[in-house]
C-alpha cells in the first residue's frame, strides 16, 4: 500500500543475493521478529532451544540476472538488508 499508485516503482515477492538460488528463513513470529533471519537467531542457547521457528524458503536472485531478464535500467534501489548492515 506505501507504493500504490507509482508508476516508479516495481515490487518483487523475492529476494535480492549474490547468486540466484533459494534461502531458507527462520521466522520466529511477531514477539521474536527481531530475530527473524536467513543466519541461526543471536540469542542466548537457553532461549534459543526453546524457540521453533517457522522456515520459508524465498528465491533469490542476483541484481544483475533481475536487470537483464527484465530488461530495465534502475537508478535506485532501495534494499532492507536485514542483519547484513
Do not use: C
Request: no cysteine.
Amino acid at each position: 500500500s506505501n507504493v500504490s499508485g507509482k508508476g516508479n516503482v516495481k515490487l518483487t515477492n523475492g529476494a535480492a543475493w549474490s547468486e540466484t538460488t533459494e534461502l531458507k528463513f527462520k521466522d520466529y513470529g511477531m514477539t521474536m521478529s527481531a530475530f527473524n533471519s536467513l543466519y541461526e537467531a543471536k540469542l542466548d542457547d537457553a532461549v534459543a532451544r526453546t524457540l521453533q521457528p517457522t522456515e520459508y524458503t524465498v528465491a533469490a536472485i542476483s541484481i544483475d540476472e533481475y536487470v537483464d531478464a527484465h530488461r530495465v535500467k534502475p537508478t535506485f534501489i532501495k534494499i532492507d538488508a536485514e542483519n547484513a548492515e
